[in-house]
């Protein structure tokens, strides 16, 4: 079993900065991907971004350029940084872990969520 951590949401003004942290532990024999997804009320969860063991990385559209995330793979850690916050941003964000948990098995994790408010 894999557990996932999350922290650093928060309410911050319109045009604020926030960074939010996972941490995974547990049965990892190997990790894939890390990411963050979000869902505001009443709409779907939607990309945020996600990154591979390798560094490559993928971002929703209304993302790029304001957000980053990186990741520690010693630690089995992904980090969020969100900048130029916009009223819009406000969700839950989902932290999630794409690992193999032994040679072959593939296994999807999430997270609890985290709340970010974006308001004045």
């Known amino acids: 079993q894999v557990q996932l951590v999350e922290s650093g949401g928060g309410l911050v003004q319109p045009g604020g900065s926030l960074r939010l942290s996972c941490a995974a532990s547990?049965?990892?024999?190997?990790?894939?991907?890390m990411g963050w997804h979000r869902q505001a009320p009443g709409r779907e969860r939607e990309l945020v971004a996600t990154?591979?063991?390798?560094?490559?990385?993928t971002y929703g559209d209304s993302m790029k350029g304001r957000f980053t995330i990186s990741r520690d793979n010693a630690k089995n850690s992904v980090y969020l940084q969100m900048n130029s916050l916009k009223p819009e941003d406000t969700a839950v964000y989902y932290c999630y872990a794409v690992v193999e948990v032994r040679r072959g098995l593939v296994n999807t994790y999430w997270g609890l969520g985290t709340q970010v408010t974006v308001s004045s």
């Open positions: 990154i591979t063991s390798g560094g490559s990385t």
């Open positions: 547990g049965s990892i024999f190997s990790s894939i991907a």
